[in-house]
């Protein structure tokens, strides 16, 4: 399928959600998605296998929380999954979903007010339909908006996050081949040094092989974004490195770039063993999952931004801590 021909299929559908009643996201996801569909998302939702259960279980309550909700994206591109044989298409689409927070969801108490849920969506789309989606999306980001923050204060800042500084993230139009060539180099050797903990080099020297100086990190809630490689590696990635052990080597079910623009998802990236002072919270011995989306803005050879979305709620149950129980006095699965 063409990229272009897969956008239109996915803004349909992102369309159809916005002006649909409750009761029929059922049928509207029924018509673009596989029945069979395969759908990832964050803790509490985790991994569901229909189109109608999907609607069921996440659309529809939440558009039932969220009155009046619109999708506003900041990102959107599609590319061939560079780590598949059959070069599949997949479409990304990258940036908040708003409404007014009228009715509770998830526990989270409602405001009345308007929040705004970051989220990012990898869809796969195969003869014309989507087989394939992981919606990852920040719940702590909306509780703090609530007044319910779940976590103790976090290293960097919390924001309501923009898009690229060049807002030019929404490639309705399919982009010269090269450019996306380029991009999805600079994300493989990030990627390469990233992996290894162990360059031999300093943290900001080892960054500045493939980040610019003025680079931008928009964190999830729980940690937050910061900014130049220096604050990165004072506000982030160093107490990061410095909280874990035992990093396993990255695994990503789809990785893939268009344009200036990429980004790759896994379930879960990798694993690590906390040893102490992430998030403040002390060290267990157990190994955590990091389920992770990051999307990538690459200037001349280099990464300038990059969006991080890390379901928190997942990894801290695997730390035995149930951090939207604790938070809302709700249940979860």
């Given amino acids: 399928m063409s990229f272009q021909n897969a956008k239109n299929l996915v803004l349909d559908l992102y369309a159809a959600i916005e002006t649909a009643e409750p009761g029929d996201l059922p049928g509207v996801l029924g018509r673009a998605c596989a029945p069979d569909l395969l759908w990832r998302g964050f803790h509490p939702f985790n991994q569901i296998t229909s189109a109608e259960a999907v609607a069921q279980r996440f659309w529809q309550p939440l558009s039932t929380s969220l009155s009046r909700l619109q999708r506003r994206q900041d990102v959107f591109f599609a590319g061939q999954n560079s780590l598949d044989d059959d070069g599949a298409v997949w479409v990304v689409s990258m940036g908040h979903l708003m409404g007014l927070f009228d009715r509770p969801w998830l526990g989270i108490r409602p405001t009345g007010k308007m929040v705004f849920l970051r989220y990012c ?157 992430f998030m403040g919270m002390p060290a267990t011995g157990r190994p955590g999952e990091f389920r992770v989306i990051d999307i990538y803005r690459r200037a001349g050879n280099k990464l300038a931004e990059n969006w991080i979305f890390i379901d928190l709620l997942h990894f801290w149950r695997t730390q035995g801590v149930d951090i939207l129980a604790r938070s809302t006095g709700s249940e979860t699965q």
């Fill in 121 to 277: 969506e990898f869809n796969k789309v195969v003869d014309g339909r989507i087989t394939e989606t992981a919606m990852y999306f920040d719940i702590p980001h909306l509780m703090v908006q609530a007044g319910q923050n779940p976590f103790p204060p976090q290293t960097a800042a919390h924001l309501v996050q923009p898009g690229p500084m060049t807002h030019d993230g929404l490639l309705l139009q399919d982009q010269p081949a090269p450019e996306g060539a380029r991009t999805l180099a600079a994300i493989n050797a990030m990627i390469q040094d990233l992996g290894q903990w162990n360059s031999g080099l300093s943290l900001e020297d080892e960054l500045a092989r493939t980040w610019h100086d003025d680079m931008i990190w928009w964190g999830p809630e729980g940690i937050g974004a910061t900014y130049t490689i220096e604050r990165y590696a004072r506000q982030h990635s160093g107490p990061f490195r410095a909280g874990f052990a035992d990093r396993s080597p990255t695994r990503h079910i789809c990785r893939l770039a268009e344009g200036h623009y990429g980004g790759f998802f896994g379930w879960p990236n990798f694993t690590a063993t906390p040893t102490g002072g």
